[in-house]
Structures are given as C-alpha cells and as structure tokens.
C-alpha cells in the first residue's frame, strides 16, 4: 500500500468512525432521559449501571447488564470527551457530551447477547444481555 492510499483509508476512517460496525448511520437514534421530578430536584439514578468512560475507555461499570424480554434496559453512561455508543443487535446509538451524564432507556424486545461499544475507537462499554 502506498502512502497516499494509506493516508486516504486513515481519513475515511476518521470521519466515518467506522471501526469494525454495520451500523446504519441514517438510523441515528438518541434515547436520552433526564430524571426530574416536578420540585426540579433531579433523581440520583439509584439502581442502575453507571459506566464512566475515561479517554475512550471504560473505568468503572459492569461487565454485563442482564434484563429479560419485555424489560426496560435503563443505564447511565458519562465520558470525558465527546463520543458516541453503539448498541448493537439493537442499534442505538447514543451521542455523549463531555462531562454530561446521559441516561440511556429502551425495551428489551430482542434476546440475545450484544456488545455495547464506544464507536471512536470501538472498544466494549459492556455486554448487554437479554433473556
Ligand atoms: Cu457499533
């Protein structure tokens, strides 16, 4: 491969943050929610995961999160730079702001075993697995 061939597939690459994902970037979905209840203090998320993800990997949070068909998957997911993760089987994928805590909820409706990512760099943010 020449250079300029290499430097082209980087820049594609850069843009795309294509990784190894079929996501369908025309599908993009933000399934955002803010816990607020009406004297305007806002819920601490008790009881759900919380990842924290530190230069584009994961520093605290679950390995697995576990719900059954019909359930809500619901967790809360903070980075320190903006990025983007991916849900796959169920293909969400949810934009985070720096800094900002993002509530992530959706049905359970497929069963199965799917990896959540983080797409800049496609590293796992968890294994989502429904039964
Ligand atoms: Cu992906």
């Known amino acids: 491969m020449n250079l300029s061939r290499t430097a082209a597939v980087i820049a594609v690459g850069a843009v795309l943050f294509a990784g190894g994902c079929s996501a369908d ?15 305007g203090v806002t819920n601490a998320p008790a009881d759900i995961p919380e990842f924290i993800i530190h230069n584009g990997a994961v520093v605290s949070g679950p390995s697995t999160i576990s719900y059954k068909t019909g359930g809500t998957v619901k967790f ?7 990025d983007q993760i991916h849900v796959h089987g169920y293909d969400k994928e949810i934009a985070l702001k720096s800094g900002e805590y993002q509530t992530v909820e959706f049905k359970a409706t497929i069963p199965g075993k799917f990896e959540i990512e983080i797409h800049s760099n496609d590293s796992l943010v968890c294994t989502l697995e429904v039964s």
């Open 76 to 82: 809360t997911v903070i980075s320190d730079k903006d």
């Open 25 to 39: 970037k025309s599908t993009t979905t933000n399934e955002t929610t803010t816990a607020t209840v009406a004297d």
